[in-house]
């Protein structure tokens, strides 16, 4: 017999803590301050007090509508350890059943001295990076972690029945990339038969443990940028569900599809699937057509936005309720998506101003509108008409109040034409930026930032605490660039930069800068591991109120006559990694970023500096699900780059800078940004990706990274001129700069210092070679 499904619940909750808890308890225990099993206590404590606070928030005790969807790390790393798919270099820390243990996991997610980590990628279109399961033919599936079945009944002992949430096998495989051992065009996808039998005993276990739901996140069933077809991934779930549901040892089985809508090939197989409910994204996807199988299936409304802040327009979400009830199945509402995207709690924000602060709602106020929407299905609109008003009003005083349209603003955008985006033509550029700016062949540089030491980091606490004054910090910061030139003009560099150490973070420094834009004091949101970020709330138009960067980088300048690069983040970048208003298209607001960004380069130039990167790392992340929404996306996005860069002289040389090797998927977008110099990882693709770019023909200057900065490793003077050498075998030299593959942010000076002295001394040997 199985137990209806809740009629409100959230899809997962953020599992860091209110407080960034389980942050400081994890990077205690990997620093050996504190015990594995202290850490398990203070995790215990943490996933207690989440359901506690879900039960007053308006979640059932005892009708699964709890969601246990705490990580210690990552949703995709508990999967891949529950059943057993970790490569083989982590096998000698299995214990003496095979079993994982927490140590074991970590070191998957973090390497150790002989073992590199798995892989980290973004997960979907967000901001959230997972780890990338490695699986061959030789992966051999078992359970091997009890850690889902001990939070159920963990949850049991204080009388919560929870709904344990975990990666399904169709997504779990999809996201993952083969094995090395693996042969030529072997995909994990192969492996689905040999991987479903572990997950059926995963889920007699959890009903064992007194699970009476599990949640099965299938997200990989709504993406076409995966390496296998909509269709191909329907079929996967077709195969994998009717194994799982016919299982006779289960809970009742709740699949999610969250971040778009579900394909339409996987909605038909899901419908006549033998599962007990599907939930389906109805922020991002519409209703789907009516489907055979549904019978004796809830459908899960994922109506309320589990990826931005805004408080969710209730009537349009009793709306969509009711359209989906006319499929003929009875219906629940849910967020669409987990939680984890979100911060904790508007409350926690006491500087917000609190008119803004009532246009919000971050996880827990998410939770409250889930309950309100559920009483409406269970008693009736009526019950909830107050709630609904005040959301109405609060989305009404959003429309008129001051800031959130700016006439100025919108005038100057709607006076730009076609010509406010386009530069002279690159060879004219090229020479007239040679003239300005002599550089031998094979110029070095660095991506921006330097070491973020303590030091740093304890001047703008005491800034914000008021222990300094701003003049007293302001004077910190010089002294920091001018040693920061200092030791580029002694390791020899060839384009310097200031450093950044007057930036936070290269999206919050801008945000607090800019009107239209709003910071948080504790929205933390996990980026990954143990790392958050808290990313500013984007509420208005956007304009610059006064010169952002321009002092830090003429009076870099003036110390040297080398040529200083001024830096700044790219429009594409600022709106990835904020939260973004929903009132108007993406492409809207970032056309505003971007003349405010026109503005600063302007200023950048008036004061003397020839060279101007803009960073966008974050313009893949954005690039939609749905390859029809892509070209549109490309568009938009490539041109706020070029608004906001085509105002450059002819002279100045713009530079851009992405994070990422996968290259090939978006070359025709990096050669329409039109930037003159472009730098891109390559080191731990040990430069393959430089064979893409001389395939795609690509002709700007491109800076493939010669070392991975993310590893404290320091790259000797061979690896970096063999990778420099093939850029030069493969691309006219002219086109090739040397520079390590991101910011030094993250980095100690004493690696940095030697890393940058080798690839100093590597791109002097291929210069002399050539
Ligand atoms: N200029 C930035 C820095 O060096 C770029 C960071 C990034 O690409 N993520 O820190
Ligand atoms: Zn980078």
Redesign the pocket.
């Known amino acids: 017999m199985t137990a209806s499904f809740p009629t409100g619940t959230i899809l997962g909750y953020p599992r860091i803590g209110r407080r960034r808890e389980l942050k400081r308890a994890v990077e205690a225990h990997w620093s050996g301050a504190v015990t594995l099993e202290e850490l398990e206590t203070t995790a215990a404590e943490l996933r207690r007090a989440t359901r506690a606070r879900l039960v007053e928030l308006g979640l059932g005790r005892d009708d699964s509508s709890i969601p246990e969807s705490f990580s210690f790390y990552d949703q995709v790393l508990d999967a891949a350890v529950t059943v057993g798919a970790l490569p083989a270099r982590f096998d000698d820390l299995r214990d003496a059943d095979g079993q994982i243990p927490l140590g074991a996991y970590f070191t998957a997610a973090r390497g150790d001295g002989e073992r590199a980590a798995l892989e980290m990628t973004k997960w979907f279109d967000t901001n959230y990076h997972y780890l990338v399961p490695e699986i061959g033919p030789e992966t051999a599936f078992s359970l091997s972690s009890d850690r889902f079945a001990r939070q159920v009944a963990e949850a049991r002992a204080d009388r919560v029945t929870v709904r344990p949430v975990v990666v399904g096998p169709v997504t779990l495989l999809a996201l993952a990339k083969a094995t090395d051992a693996a042969p030529e065009g072997f995909r994990p996808l192969d492996r689905l038969e040999d991987l479903l039998p572990v997950y059926v005993e995963l889920l007699s276990t959890l009903r064992a443990a007194g699970a009476e739901w599990v949640q099965l996140d299938e997200p990989a069933l709504v993406s076409e940028s995966l390496n296998a077809a909509p269709g191909e991934l329907a079929d996967a779930a077709r195969r994998a569900y009717d194994v799982l549901g016919s299982a006779t040892r289960r809970p009742a089985i709740l699949v999610a599809a969250g971040y778009a809508q579900l394909s339409a090939e996987a909605w038909t197989t899901l419908a006549a699937a033998p599962v007990e409910a599907l939930a389906l994204d109805l922020h991002r996807g519409a209703v789907p057509a009516p489907a055979d199988g549904l019978s004796g299936k809830t459908l899960v409304g994922g109506v309320i936005d589990g990826r931005n802040v805004w408080r969710g327009d209730l009537a349009a979400a009793v709306a969509a309720l009711d359209d989906l009830r006319a499929l003929g199945a009875p219906v629940a509402v849910a967020t669409s998506t987990s939680l984890q995207h979100v911060p904790h709690d508007v409350a926690d924000e006491t500087a917000l101003d609190p008119r803004l602060a009532s246009w919000l709602a971050f996880a827990d106020q998410k939770v409250q509108q889930v309950a309100t929407l559920a009483r409406g299905l269970r008693d009736g609109r009526a019950a909830i008409a107050a709630d609904i008003d005040a959301a109405a009003a609060a989305a009404a005083d959003r429309r008129h109040a001051a800031g959130v349209r700016d006439g100025g603003v919108r005038a100057r955008i709607a006076q730009l034409t076609a010509a406010d985006h386009r530069r002279p033509d690159y060879e004219l550029r090229l020479a007239a930026q040679a003239a300005a700016v002599p550089l031998p062949a094979l110029p070095t540089t660095?991506?921006?930032?330097f070491p973020q030491t303590g030091e740093i980091r304890r001047a703008r606490a005491r800034l914000v605490r008021g222990e300094i004054t701003p003049e007293e910090y302001d004077g910190f910061l010089r002294d920091e660039i001018a040693r920061v030139i200092d030791l580029q003009l002694d390791l020899g560099l060839d384009v310097l930069v200031h450093g950044?150490p007057e930036r936070n973070d290269?999206v919050q420094y801008f945000a607090e800068n800019l009107d239209g834009f709003t910071v948080t004091q504790n929205g933390w949101v996990q980026s990954y591991g143990s790392r958050a970020t808290r990313p500013s709330i984007l509420w208005g138009d956007v304009s610059r109120p006064a010169p952002i960067t321009v002092p830090w980088s003429r009076y870099a300048q003036s110390l040297t006559d080398k040529p200083v690069k001024g830096?700044l983040?790219g429009p594409v970048t600022i709106l990835a990694w904020s939260f973004v208003r929903d009132d108007q298209p993406l492409a809207d607001t970032a056309a505003q970023v971007a003349l405010a960004l026109r503005e600063e380069i302007a200023d950048l130039e008036e004061a003397g500096i020839q060279i101007i990167?803009v960073?966008e790392?974050a313009l893949r992340e954005l690039l939609p699900l749905k390859a029809a929404d892509q070209p549109g996306y490309l568009e938009w996005s490539v041109g706020a780059f070029r608004l906001a860069t085509a105002g450059a002289g002819t002279a100045t040389s713009v530079h851009t800078?992405l994070?990422y090797s996968d290259f090939a998927v978006v070359i025709d977008a990096i050669a329409a940004l039109d930037a003159d110099v472009t730098s891109i990882e390559a080191a731990r693709s040990r430069g393959a990706v430089i064979d893409d770019i001389a395939r795609s023909g690509f002709s700007h200057g491109v800076g493939p990274g010669a070392y991975d900065i993310h590893s404290p490793r320091v790259p000797s003077v061979a690896e970096m001129t063999d990778l420099l050498q093939r850029a030069a075998d493969r691309l006219p030299l002219r086109q090739v700069w040397a520079n390590p593959d991101?910011?030094?942010?993250t980095r100690g000076y004493d690696e940095t210092v030697v890393s940058l002295r080798n690839l100093v001394t590597a791109a002097a040997a291929v210069r002399a070679r050539a």
Not at 446 to 449: E, F, V
Not at 742 to 745: F, H, T
């Open positions: 660095t991506i921006g930032s950044e290269m830096m983040t990167q960073d790392p800078h994070c991101c910011g030094l942010k």
